[in-house]
């Protein structure tokens, strides 16, 4: 059987941006995407052109350390994966203001992570990861 393949989206690698961690489709019809050179996540439109940013020119200190996961849960906040981060925070959940909600500190890396439930309520849906 043959398959056909299309290109829907295309987010081009440059000097600043050349290595990406997770990348997901938004339901608004974004991406957002860890660009783990630059420690950030951005979300961009269908055109590439960003529409949110944070980094570690957001916060003081570096919270950013190789960004690997993230996702938007139905809130609208944005769980972040700090997999280089060996001390401090490796795992945190920014509102889309980019204000701290949690934060997990522990003695374990997260490279990747999987949301099953908000507020003590579980997702309707396939879970995130």
């Known amino acids: 059987m043959t398959r056909i393949k299309k290109v829907v989206f295309r987010y081009e690698k440059s000097a600043l941006n ?22 950030k996540t951005v979300e961009v439109d ?14 003081e200190g570096t919270l950013f350390q190789d960004p690997c996961g993230a996702q938007r849960l139905p809130n609208g906040n944005t769980v972040i994966a700090s997999y280089g981060a060996k001390e401090g925070i490796k795992l945190f959940e920014l509102t889309p203001e ?21 507020n003590g309520e579980t997702l309707k849906g396939t879970p995130l990861k």
């Open 98 to 118: 980019k204000e701290m909600v949690w934060k997990y500190e522990g003695v374990n890396r997260v490279h990747h992570f999987q949301v099953l439930t908000t």
């Open 46 to 59: 269908a055109t590439g052109k960003v529409v949110w940013k944070v980094s570690n020119e957001d916060f």
């Open 18 to 39: 050349n290595e990406f961690g997770t990348t997901v489709r938004l339901a608004n019809g974004n991406t957002l995407i860890n660009l783990t050179n630059g420690n």
